[in-house]
């Protein structure tokens, strides 16, 4: 089928596994692509939309039991139990490999196995990757198109004896209690069973680009990391780059297409989106970090996305873009979802194809139903999304969601106190997710859920890099959620966080001072930009110096109670924590108590 003999004869041997009736090769060709979207409509897996209102735009529902990822059905499969770690599930190779083999066993009867070369970053780049997916969906593969980049240049990049990422995907019987996302490392493998569920089955998406690229960073001395990534442009066509990982619920998307402030725009300000969830991260010549975005389109959550909140974002769903288990307006042929605007359709279908009314009280959209959309869409993409060489970054940020404790925004000491903040990165549960309101959750580096071995030895890496990189970005830690005593957000957030941004740069650059903490630099309140800042906080209460002030306050108190939090989420990791890891806590705790 390829040149590639490694690869014909892994699709053999899966073929023989799984059964197909045909075999059909993805090349790329917008031709193919239609075929697939015309067969894939007259058997009811897609629906196509209004193509005057949304050219190219189509439809689709998942199963019911189907509409997330599954954490407690991945597993990261490594020869010993440790190289993966107690954060992640674990299953020994063999014993995987027999329990996988007997759920796709014939699996593909009477259906096609689509096969997909992809690449993961720009094809040609030292940064990129190449993968092949297996899957008999179509709804798989229009994604995957969307996604990544996909086709006949891949198998070319690939050649004769080039290595690939493995990915076997099979609907199956949809049966949720065998539904298997399973990650084999040390065989640059990923195979996913009973699932139709974008997350569980765009396996370039997390399973390649994180779980399995944290492992080949890991050996080859790079970094894949669960961030977004940002260009700064100032009124003289300057740019500069960050890097930012956020918990899920923490505007990691709404930051990635940024919009600065007005008073901004006008002087010639400018945010590009380079990338909005995942980066990988290698030194350069020049002794920098270089990030580069190895997708090639967004797999957005559609709830909340309208045009205060991220107009770019739905700017770049408006064409060629695939809206799954989201609300179907009847009257137009169109789709709507919570947070979208305060019109919901009068005769609509909702998320389960029933037909729905919006007093009802139910939601018409699932709370995690997404849009795919090319990249390529986004008003502010960056000219450097395609390049082959990637990004320079001057600085990496961690966030999260905090009601009293992160102060707006602090600078760490320096990389390795850097990696300590990224490693205990919290935020605290929101009415909006499941369990009680205000536990904290640990999530370093927003990598809990997606690092694809053991998190103590991801934490040594990142201490490493600081031996063979000499020109380090510098790591800060932001918090847009800070809470005053009736419950009310104190920062307006969103474009606002500009300002934070601003600051940010102007501390890389050298161009402004900070205040000493036991947490790290915070910004002197002046050199924090409130220029026609115009937010009210309460009814009658405007944002203002004082209230600056306030959410730059660092509080022991509260530092001192989260030390009992960190020291129990440490333990959970065990032994393999560094021993400079603990230095931190212990230099933070001596700090905090003085």
């Not at 990261?76 to 299953?91: F, H, L, Q």
């Amino acid at each position: 089928m390829t040149q590639n003999k490694k690869l014909n004869a892994w699709i053999k041997e899966m073929a023989e596994l799984v059964n197909p009736t045909n075999i059909v090769l993805i090349d790329g060709s917008e031709e193919q692509a239609e075929s697939l979207r015309a067969e894939a409509c007259a058997t009811g897996e897609i629906f196509k939309l209004n193509q005057e209102k949304l050219p190219g735009g189509y439809y689709h529902r998942t199963a019911i039991n189907d509409v997330a990822r599954v954490e407690h059905r991945t597993f990261i499969c490594t020869t010993k139990k440790e190289d993966a770690g107690p954060t992640n599930n674990w299953m020994a190779p063999q014993e995987c490999y027999d329990m996988m083999t007997k759920l796709f066993k014939n699996s593909y009867a009477g259906r096609t196995m689509y096969v997909i070369p992809y690449s993961m970053g720009v094809v040609g780049s030292e940064f990129s990757k190449i993968g092949v997916e297996l899957t008999d969906s179509i709804y798989v593969v229009l994604n995957m198109i969307i996604m990544a980049r996909v086709g006949s240049k891949v198998l070319e990049t690939l050649g004769a004896d080039g290595d690939f990422v493995k990915g076997l995907h099979a609907r199956a019987d949809m049966d949720e209690n065998n539904r298997y996302i399973v990650h084999f490392p040390e065989d640059n493998t990923i195979w996913s069973v009973n699932s139709g569920y974008g997350g569980n089955v765009l396996l370039g998406k997390k399973c390649f680009a994180l779980r399995i690229a944290s492992y080949l960073g890991k050996n080859e001395g790079w970094m894949a990391e669960h961030m977004l990534i940002l260009g700064l442009e100032n009124p003289q066509g300057e740019i500069k780059y960050v890097a930012a990982a956020f918990p899920s619920a923490c505007g990691k998307t709404n930051l990635a297409m940024l919009i600065p402030p007005e008073y901004y725009t006008r002087q010639g300000y400018k945010v590009w989106c380079v990338g909005d969830d995942i980066a990988w991260i290698r030194k350069g010549p020049d002794g920098r970090l270089w990030a580069m975005n190895p997708e090639n389109g967004f797999f957005g959550v559609a709830p909340g996305t309208n045009v205060k909140s991220n107009p770019n974002a739905l700017a770049s769903t408006m064409r060629n873009t695939i809206f799954t288990n989201v609300a179907l307006n009847l009257d137009d042929n169109t789709v709507w979802w919570e947070g979208l605007d305060k019109n919901p359709p009068k005769n609509a279908i909702n998320w389960k194809g029933d037909k729905w009314d919006s007093a009802s009280g139910e939601k018409g959209a699932h709370p995690n139903s997404r849009f795919t959309a090319p990249a390529i869409n986004c008003p502010c993409i960056s000219s450097e999304f395609d390049s082959l060489n990637g990004v320079p970054l001057s600085a990496i940020v961690f966030g999260g969601r905090r009601a009293k404790t992160a102060p707006l925004v602090y600078q760490s000491f320096d990389w390795k106190h850097g990696t300590f903040v990224g490693s205990i990165m919290a935020s605290e549960t929101t009415a909006a997710a499941a369990g009680a309101v205000g536990v904290v959750r640990r999530d370093p580096m927003a990598m809990l859920p997606f690092c694809g071995y053991n998190m103590g030895d991801y934490f040594t890496h990142w201490l490493n890099m600081e031996k063979t990189v000499t020109n380090l970005p510098m790591i800060f830690h932001v918090n847009w959620f800070r809470l005053n005593e009736n419950g009310a957000f104190m920062w307006p957030g969103f474009g606002d966080n500009f300002r934070v941004l601003e600051w940010i740069i102007n501390r890389c650059e050298g161009k402004v001072d900070a205040v000493e903490t036991a947490i790290g630099y915070v910004p002197k309140v002046e050199d924090i930009n409130l220029s026609e800042l115009d937010y009210e906080i309460e009814k009658g209460h405007k944002f203002g110096l004082d209230d600056l002030k306030s959410i730059l306050n660092v509080e022991n108190s509260y530092w001192l109670d989260d030390i009992k939090n960190i020291e129990e989420f440490y333990a959970k990791i065990g032994d393999t924590i560094p021993a400079e890891l603990h230095s931190q806590l212990d230099a933070l705790k001596a700090r905090l108590s003085k």
